[in-house]
């Protein structure tokens, strides 16, 4: 176990619902990351959050909103998302945030998405 | 296009045998990382080298950077088949237009080690 638990594993939804995922950390870490993985394709850097601020926001479109209520824990809501939008979502935290690239990332185990 | 990327894209070794993993990039960078991924869980951290380093070791790992080449290798010596994962490499620095650089990975070589 990394310290970083994500939930659900597992999410199907249709392209009007709403869902949230959820990311809580037990590291004591100050910065939290969501990242997309998608089949055959690099891992894509969505957000970035440091201290609970948004530090980074990656040309992600608004139907994926991010919220940091506070150090421990990160969410991830979705809404009318597309069917491309299936991929694995993955919360990672790190023990602070500088910038290039610098830090070591603790990763948590994903949520699949599958968007009907 | 992307910053890091793995080369053999898949390998299939025997156990028991090294296994040698590419990473080439482009721009220039402060580290690079090495992350290991069980099919469908999160990323695992295997090491950090940094710019200034060449090699460094972990356990069965060996890393090289080759900072002229840009070029990286992750070589796992007397593997095993639990060592069957995805291997990203990762790297932070600059940019092309010498702005801040997240950390970018690529796409991963698959090692399947045989029992």
């Known amino acids: 176990e990394t310290g970083v638990t994500q939930t659900p594993r597992h999410l199907v939804m249709g392209m009007t619902n709403k869902k949230s995922l959820k990311c809580e950390q037990h590291l004591g870490h100050n910065a939290m990351y969501w990242y997309k993985q998608s089949a055959k394709k690099p891992l894509e850097l969505m957000f970035v959050?440091?201290?609970?601020?948004?530090?980074e926001n990656n040309s992600v479109p608004s139907r994926f909103s991010p919220e940091c209520p506070n150090s421990s824990h990160l969410f991830l809501h979705l809404h009318t998302l597309q069917p491309e939008d299936s991929a694995l979502y993955l919360c990672?935290?790190?023990?602070?945030?500088?910038?290039?690239?610098?830090?070591?990332?603790?990763f948590g185990s994903g949520t699949q998405l599958s968007v009907l | 296009s992307q910053q890091g990327e793995e080369d053999p894209q898949a390998l299939s070794i025997q156990e028991g045998e090294n296994a040698t993993m590419n990473c080439s990039y482009k721009t220039s960078i402060n580290n690079l990382q090495w992350y290991r991924q069980n099919s469908g869980r999160g990323l695992v951290h295997l090491i950090l080298?940094?710019?200034?380093?060449r090699e460094k070791h972990s356990g069965r790992l060996r890393v090289t950077l080759d900072t002229s080449k840009k070029s990286s290798s992750l070589l796992i010596t007397a593997s095993r088949a639990a060592d069957t994962a995805s291997y990203f490499c990762a790297t932070g620095g600059l940019n092309s237009s010498g702005s801040a650089r997240q950390l970018t990975f690529g796409s991963g070589t698959q090692l399947t080690v045989l029992p």
């Open positions: 080298i940094r710019s200034n380093e």
């Open positions: 990672a935290s790190s023990q602070d945030y500088r910038g290039h690239g610098r830090e070591k990332l603790f």
């Open positions: 959050y440091s201290l609970e601020e948004r530090v």
